[in-house]
């Protein structure tokens, strides 16, 4: 039985999330109900290694289902165009207020709807079509919105990369140990001479130098945005630098370390445009988000957000954030120790990235197939200068957030990267496709159940 299966039948685990019982979904929508509480249980009983996914805690998703959804508040807190919003302004306010002193930001916009709506705001205030941005490459662990030619960015701006592929002659990262090499970045952006440069990525296991990247911006006179969507509990942790004192501007989502709802926000300097000082950063990009980009804010979102914050500013956050560094270190070694090849050896933060096809002979896709039968789920992902398509890539990019929102420390890394073995010695090729041994996949599932459903490791907003 696969996990979808699995969660669609009548299980005997019964899962339920403290965030609603759903009952009213339940008599006016039995379809979707039925989809709901299978969604419940195969979250339940997983162990989530997506990097970029986390389980928000019951006040959050609490905080989302709250009539804030029913409004329409376009503008900003005190200066809206519907009335009726003095709640929707005290919640925004909150959420801004907690944004900033997290973050020590000057100002905060947390209306975005999601990262890629917070960088094309970035764009909308700092650059205007036919300007440049430097931004990391995505196979080499960039992001869409970075430069990247099938996305906005790409389209509408002139762009350059740094990361490494020898075909098409990325420089910038150091082909043998996959570490960015900044005196690379900095000549890449000597001879472009962008207008903005973006440090963030989705697939960089290592620190961001953002002070590095500063110099390099202010030599060329770019403005500096970090992108900090993976990296947002962490920094908020203090187990990342952070780039609040170095970026013009800070772009996140909302919904990866830091457990929050999903969404955007941004985060800015309060100095002056290079273009008419007589304008102020922040107003640019509130202006950027409303009304150039969006309309109505979600404002249950933002509820949400703000609880998110205030979750986020407390001792056990910090410990947590401590705990993902502390279990992808653990599990990078238990990879090392049994012979896979990781890019750039380990990891400094919360991902790390795979070399299946040179560690195992099979290529990401089918393997993260055969890891997510037995419970596992990741995503395949391509590494620096993979020479397999991005849709069949030869890597695996795994993470620990979730896994330590459950509770699970490094005797339990050291199960999945046992578990991570002997899946890949369960794969075969055959012709073209690679196989699987079922009962070998079913075993290591039973095994990884069995840990899921263990009462000292709970999912936050999902009881038992
Ligand atoms: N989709 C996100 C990730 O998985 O990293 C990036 O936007």
């Given amino acids: 039985m696969t996990v979808v299966e699995a969660a669609l039948s009548d299980s005997d685990v019964p899962f339920v999330s403290t965030a609603s019982n759903f009952e009213k979904l339940r008599a006016v929508d039995p379809e979707i109900y039925d989809l709901t509480v299978a969604e419940v249980r195969r979250q339940a009983t997983i162990v989530r290694l997506i990097p970029s996914e986390n389980y928000t805690s019951a006040a959050v998703m609490q905080a989302m289902a709250t009539p804030f959804c029913n409004k329409y508040s376009e503008g900003y807190p005190g200066k809206r165009y519907y009335e009726g919003n003095e709640l929707v302004d005290a919640v925004e306010e909150l959420c801004r207020s907690r944004a900033c002193s997290l973050f020590g930001a000057d100002h905060a916009n ?3 709807h999601s990262g890629s709506p917070a960088n094309m705001a970035a764009y909308y205030a700092l650059m205007k079509p036919g ?31 740094y990361g490494y592929n020898e075909a098409q002659g990325v420089t910038g990262m150091d082909p043998e140990t996959g570490m960015l090499n900044y005196d690379e970045i900095a000549e890449i952006a000597r001879k472009f001479r962008p207008n903005v440069i973006f440090a963030g990525g989705t ?25 900090i969507a993976h990296i947002n509990g962490l920094i908020i942790g203090g187990v990342h630098p952070d780039p609040v004192p170095f970026a013009d501007v800070v772009t996140s989502t909302t919904h990866k370390a830091i457990r929050g709802p999903r969404g955007g926000f941004i985060l800015c300097k309060d100095r002056e ?3 008419n000082p007589d304008e102020r950063l922040p107003a640019r990009i509130d202006k950027a988000v409303f009304p150039t980009l969006q309309g109505g804010p979600h404002n249950n979102t933002i509820a949400a957000l703000a609880v998110c914050f205030a979750e986020a500013a407390r001792q056990e956050f910090r410990d947590y954030a401590h705990q993902v560094v502390a279990n992808a270190k653990a599990l990078a070694q238990a990879l090392n120790n049994r012979g896979w090849k990781l890019v750039t050896g380990g990891t400094d933060n919360h991902l ?15 393997y993260a197939r055969a890891l997510y039968e037995a419970g596992l789920e990741a995503n395949f992902n391509s590494i620096p200068n993979d020479p397999r398509k991005p849709f069949s890539p030869s890597g695996l990019r795994i993470g620990t957030p979730a896994v ?8 339990e890394m050291e199960m999945i990267a046992s578990w991570m073995d002997r899946v890949a010695a369960a794969c075969t090729k055959s012709g073209k496709d690679y196989l699987f041994d079922e009962k070998a996949i079913a ?11 263990d009462s000292r490791f709970p999912v936050p907003g999902i009881d038992i």
């Fill in 404 to 411: 330590t929102s459950r509770g699970f420390k490094e005797p």
């Fill in 273 to 275: 445009m290079k273009d």
């Fill in 110 to 112: 947390v209306q975005p």
């Fill in 352 to 366: 790390i990235l795979v070399d299946v096809m040179t560690s195992r002979k099979i290529p990401g896709k089918p």
């Fill in 203 to 227: 697939a960089y296991p290592r620190v961001w130098d953002f002070a590095r990247f500063k110099a390099i911006a202010e030599e060329v006179g770019a403005y500096l945005v970090a992108d």
């Fill in 443 to 453: 075993s290591i599932k039973g095994e990884v159940t069995e840990l899921c459903t």
């Fill in 131 to 161: 300007d440049k941005v430097l931004g990391m490459h995505l196979p080499s662990g960039g992001h869409l919105t970075h430069g990247w030619n099938v996305n906005f960015s790409g389209m509408l701006f002139e762009h350059a990369y």
